[in-house]
């Protein structure tokens, strides 16, 4: 599975059909790197952090893929998101190649358009 297909997996575009599930919870958790997993020990938890911290991603409109940058192991992958209530955001997401070969993610940031990082 390439690093896009990853993210694009665990960045909430399986989440958002069935965003109850906890299969879901469950998958989108699989993708969260190793020092997030630290802080949120359980997918319920996370996915509750997920909900309320990051709304545009949880639920949107939609999700479109914009430029990504790799070196070092690290990754840096602009998303371009439309929330629920048609309102546009920017998602700088960094993922983290593991030793095992899978990618991570690391963390996120949410930017309204031409809001500085």
Same mark, same amino acid.
């Given at each position: 599975m390439s690093w896009r297909r990853s993210f694009q997996? =665990? /960045?909430g575009i399986t989440i958002e059909d069935s965003s109850s599930s906890s299969r879901c919870a469950a998958a989108a958790y699989s993708y =969260? $790197?190793?020092a997030i997993r630290d802080v949120f020990p359980q997918a319920d938890i996370f996915m509750d952090m997920v909900r309320r911290s990051? $709304?545009?991603?949880?639920r949107h409109k939609s999700f479109e893929f914009g430029e990504a940058r790799a070196s070092g192991g690290k990754i840096a992958q602009r @998303?371009? %998101? %439309? &929330? $629920? &209530? #048609? %309102?546009?955001w920017e998602a700088l997401y960094t993922l !983290? *190649? !593991?030793? &095992? #070969? /899978? @990618?991570? %993610? /690391?963390?996120? @940031? *949410?930017l309204r358009p031409g809001q500085a990082v």
């Open positions: 997996t =665990a /960045s =969260a $790197a190793p990051y $709304a545009p991603v949880y @998303v371009h %998101i %439309i &929330d $629920a &209530d #048609g %309102i546009p !983290e *190649l !593991e030793p &095992d #070969g /899978s @990618v991570k %993610i /690391s963390g996120c @940031v *949410l």
